[in-house]
């Protein structure tokens, strides 16, 4: 069964079951790609129904790694890990420490990281088991909070559709509708603001609502009400799925671009907005500053780097609407199409040259040396 799994859900170079039953792991690191490089991504900790549930989440998030590291044009591979339980629950440090110890014997292939269910305490308890963990505390050599550097990255995504769509060389004047006010949400309205944008907000959380619409003197929409606002631009920053059956036709803006993942219920919706003329900038491109300021970790931790880093979303995001352009494909495709270039392209010439994991090694010998 699990073989079958593998192969229909994008054929994954390795997948590593961990088991300790005195502590209660139960985990699966799934290792999609390292033709780029070593594969990063996060741990999730949730209450899977089934193993078999487990299994498909930690493939399908593993693969969206490999593609949203190369569009970003990192050196890095696609991975992700499934932590099995109720994260409210179930955790105590022997579980994560276990869990280190595991992927600590990938020596590197696999690097992970915070995610959904998991916190920088969790990620603390694994690095005192492996070097191989990003996103630990900055007292520890770690990077912190990634979301400023997803929001920069956001806010360069959202400057290159103003620029396709609107033709648009500031941001001065558009309308931008900000939904979800959360960790990247709130610094995507600094920015925006900064910016000399109009944005229009919204939030469930109403404390949150007011003291930013105070703050700065914004329009408040409805929570749900601003996907379809008078806006130019759709900033989706708090769940994902709000382009679905309900939503698409009643649209008004002509660019979707946030910082949300996942934001397309469903693949044909990318299609859609491409025939009522709405231009989207794909989630997993625009998103990606966070990744890049982990990444700058590997290689000896800057903000001012990371910052710099993340300006390169415009680029690729320009590279994006042009392969769309050319060949007449929703950005969506056009997306997967940059991702998958880059990882035959570079990723072929590094086999050529000097083998899968020689460049990675210099990164790793810095993490291992980092200071516990
Ligand atoms: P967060 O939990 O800090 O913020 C989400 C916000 O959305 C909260 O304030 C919440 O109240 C609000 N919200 C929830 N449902 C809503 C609704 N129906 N309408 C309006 N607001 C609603 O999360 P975050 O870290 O800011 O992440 C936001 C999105 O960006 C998520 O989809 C996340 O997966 C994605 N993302 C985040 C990062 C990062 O660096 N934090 C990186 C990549 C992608």
Not at 5 to 34: R, Y
Not at 98 to 127: C, H, K, P, Q, W
């Amino acid at each position: 069964m699990s073989f079958e799994l593998i192969e229909k859900h994008g054929e994954h170079e390795q997948v590593i079951f961990c088991h300790n039953k005195e502590v209660g792991l139960k985990a699966i690191i799934a290792i999609h790609n390292t033709s780029l490089g070593p594969a990063l991504g996060g741990t999730r900790m949730w209450n899977y129904a089934s193993e078999e549930e487990a299994l498909i989440d930690v493939l399908r998030l593993s693969k969206g790694m490999t593609y949203k590291a190369s569009a970003a044009g990192l050196n890095l591979g696609g991975g992700k890990a499934v932590i099995i339980g109720d994260p409210k629950k179930d955790k105590t440090e022997a579980m994560f420490r276990a869990f280190g110890t595991y992927v600590n014997s990938l020596r590197g292939r696999y690097i992970t990281a915070e995610d959904v269910g998991t916190t920088v305490t969790d990620m603390e308890y694994v690095f005192m088991e492996t070097p191989f963990v990003t996103g630990i505390p900055e007292a520890l050599g770690g990077s912190g909070d990634p979301s400023p550097y997803t929001a920069h990255g956001v806010l360069m995504g959202i400057k290159a559709s103003a620029k396709e769509k609107l033709g648009a060389d500031t941001l001065k004047g558009v309308r931008v509708a900000v939904q979800g006010l959360g960790n990247v949400g709130s610094h995507l309205v600094n920015y925006l603001v900064s910016e000399e944008a109009i944005v229009s907000v919204a939030d469930i959380d109403q404390e949150k609502v007011k003291l930013i619409s105070e703050k700065h003197g914004l329009k408040v929409e409805d929570a749900n009400g601003i996907i379809t606002s008078d806006c130019d631009i759709y900033a989706p920053c708090a769940l994902g799925a709000t382009i679905n059956d309900e939503t698409i036709d009643k649209l008004q803006c002509k660019v979707v671009a946030g910082g949300a993942n996942n934001q397309l219920a469903e693949a044909r919706h990318g299609a859609a907005l491409k025939e009522l003329d709405i231009l989207y900038a794909p989630d997993f491109v625009i998103n990606a500053g966070g990744l890049m300021n982990v990444f700058v970790e590997l290689e000896g931790y800057s903000a001012d780097r990371a910052i710099d880093k993340t300006n390169q979303v415009y680029d690729n995001m320009m590279e994006v609407f042009k392969i769309a352009k050319d060949e007449n494909i929703p950005t969506e495709l056009a997306a997967n199409a940059l991702a998958e270039r880059r990882i035959q392209l570079i990723g072929g010439l590094r086999q050529q040259h000097h083998g899968r994991t020689a460049r990675p090694f210099s990164t790793l010998r810095e993490m291992t040396n980092r200071q516990k």
